[in-house]
């Protein structure tokens, strides 16, 4: 199914929520991503901003990945066994 998306608003408390993984470089010119802030086994899957998914993976004890799509915009959507986060993602 697709995926939607309501209308939110990004607040300065939710720009430095402490709990949230790092994700940098970002943007990213080589597609290759740094993750921090996440341990034990973690899933992403990666979005077009029309909700299709165009990329999954998982991680466990590493904290890179590796994305091989074209320029533009994408959201990164990141699940630990505890936590769900999204990203806005851009590769130049």
């Not at 921090?36 to 904290?63: E, P």
Request: net charge positive.
């Amino acid at each position: 199914g697709a995926l939607e998306f309501g209308a939110c608003a990004t607040t300065a408390a939710e720009n430095t929520n402490p709990t949230a993984p790092r994700v940098y470089p970002n943007p990213t010119q080589t597609g290759l991503l740094s993750i921090d802030g996440l341990s034990g086994r973690w899933w992403y899957t990666l979005y077009q901003l029309d909700g299709k998914i165009i990329d999954q993976g998982y991680g466990a004890g590493r904290n890179t990945i590796k994305l091989h799509h074209k320029p533009g915009v994408y959201l990164l959507q990141i699940k630990s066994e505890e936590r769900v986060f999204t990203k806005q993602i851009i590769i130049l």
